[in-house]
């Protein structure tokens, strides 16, 4: 057993109003400069959509992830064979299109036009060529037009739900159904490290956390298409790619990251993890049906003294064992079983992981009129306004088991505490609910509490870093690396 520490997080999707306020935080603080326009390591996207960059998850098209192939796994993007002849041009390569050409505006224009008979207005200027555009698409460009069916039908996601299925989504007035925030997952297996030519792109061992080495980076954009999240972005000014760096500079002084600390909804949770790195390609190599519980017995428990006495043996701190035994992400994903992570089916093991919406009924439409079907808050799930089939394809590889039970467990810790608190439910009712959802009055309680009576102590457990005390104990503290990655081009740490 190879015990690992790992910085963990859970998004409540239930929570998320869409306000985006979590992308501007991290875009003032780490891409607001030349090069880095297009750049969205935090995007707040709307589902049913395209995504960003559009039809990201289109695997097809963009070949990111790993694939099962002889027992084996391999990178979709990339090969030893392939690596030269891509070098300079890669087919799977997302364009400026694909994402959006930042804009600008004249707004010189405003002050100094003419008098005439019609209201000045601002024209977009392209911030990359400084020249007039129409725009044509945007960061969240689905949100931007109200949730078009152009948009909605477009989604990778709808592939395997029926023409029932597909028309219950189009039964609502507004295709805005829930909103998907993401950011770099801080894989287990990330394939970005892996396809690095460079060795760039690495996993810091204290606390698992990808970052990408700007001074070795070489620009070869390897890294863009391996990511099948999309979440590695290449800078047209210095010739670099970056990422998500999870706010480690924030970290490291006690501080949650910009977006989690200005999460309006409140949606962000941040904690520590425990998982066995030895077993990482083994659970690599499950089956779909098997991914997500082969990815949750990763996680070890923080409690059990064999895990605490080999997490000692490979230098885990005190300090980071206590922060795993209070992880709020622990509870989600390994206890509650109610947190699921984003297209495991991709084998890089994501350690950002969602409870999905509870998505409730807001009507059909009848001979063009829209018609409320249901004034039940507690709806059946299974008639909620996005298919589980959807759900599924986001959250469970396509298989609605995992995601039927944290559904069905979400809805019964709401029956328990509409008992307790309105009276206007049986709380006989409420209790057998739970007990068919395989959960306890007990920790309907705690789930009820993490999500609702939360303090920001709660859903950020951050455990100082200790990076100096750590690099003292290595012998050589440039070859401080983790392991992680099967792909043939990951080379070793040159450098923290």
């Known amino acids: 057993m190879d015990v690992r ?73 990339t090969s030893k064979a392939r690596i030269v002849a891509n070098i300079f041009h890669h087919p799977s390569l997302p364009t400026l299109d694909d994402y959006y050409e930042p804009w600008t505006y004249d707004y010189q224009e405003l002050f100094n036009a003419p008098e005439g008979p019609d209201q000045p207005t601002a024209k977009p200027i392209s911030m990359v060529t400084g020249k007039y555009i129409d725009i044509e698409a945007g960061p969240n460009w689905d949100d931007d037009l109200g949730g078009s069916p152009v948009y909605a039908e477009n989604d990778p996601n709808l592939a395997g739900l029926t023409e029932e299925q597909r028309a219950q989504l189009s039964a ?25 030519p460079s060795g760039a792109l690495y996993k810091r061992g204290e606390d698992g956390i990808v970052l990408l080495d700007q001074n070795r980076c070489r620009g070869w954009r390897a890294c863009v298409p391996a990511c099948p999240y999309k979440k590695t972005y290449y800078n047209w000014s210095t010739g670099k790619s970056e990422k998500c760096i999870l706010c480690f500079p924030r970290l490291e002084t006690g501080q949650a990251p910009a977006c989690f600390h200005s999460c309006v909804g409140r949606i962000r949770y941040l904690g520590v993890l425990l998982y066995d790195a030895a077993r990482i390609h083994e659970v690599a190599l499950s089956s779909d049906e098997e991914l997500v519980d082969a990815h949750r017995s990763l996680i070890l428990d923080p409690h059990d003294p064999a895990v605490i ?188």
């Open 5 to 77: 520490s790992q910085i963990a997080m859970v998004f409540h999707l239930d929570k998320c109003i869409g306000c985006h306020t979590c992308s501007i935080a991290c875009k003032n603080i780490w891409t607001d400069r030349r090069g880095a326009e297009y750049m969205w390591w935090n995007n707040v996207e709307t589902k049913p959509g395209c995504g960003y960059p559009t039809r990201w998850e289109d695997q097809q098209s963009y070949r990111g992830g790993w694939e099962v192939a002889d027992g084996n796994l391999r990178l979709k993007s």
């Open 172 to 196: 609502v007035e507004r295709l805005v159904f829930f909103y998907f925030p993401r950011i770099c997952n801080h894989c287990l297996n990330p394939s970005c490290v892996a396809a690095c």
């Open 309 to 496: 006495e080999a997490a000692r043996r490979n230098g885990i701190h005190e300090s980071v064992l206590e922060s795993a035994q209070k992880s709020p992400v622990y509870r989600f994903v390994k206890i509650w079983k109610i947190a699921l992570p984003p297209h495991i089916e991709y084998r890089t093991l994501p350690m950002l992981f969602y409870v999905p919406p509870m998505s409730p009924v807001m009507g059909q439409q009848t001979g063009g009129v829209v018609e409320h079907v249901s004034g039940d808050l507690f709806h059946d799930i299974d008639a909620s306004r996005v298919p589980m089939k959807f759900l599924a394809n986001l959250f469970g590889a396509g298989h609605e088991g995992k995601v039927r039970y944290a559904l069905r467990k979400q809805k019964a810790v709401r029956w328990y505490r509409r008992a307790l608190t309105v009276g206007d439910v049986e709380m006989g009712v409420a209790e057998r609910m739970l007990r068919e959802a395989d959960c306890s009055s007990e920790e309907a309680e705690a789930i009820y509490r993490l999500t609702s009576l939360c303090t920001f102590d709660d859903r950020f457990v951050i455990p100082p870093m200790h990076r100096e005390e750590a690099i003292e104990m290595l012998e050589d503290p440039l070859e401080h690396k983790q392991g992680v990655g099967f792909g043939f081009l990951q080379g070793p740490r040159r450098g923290l």
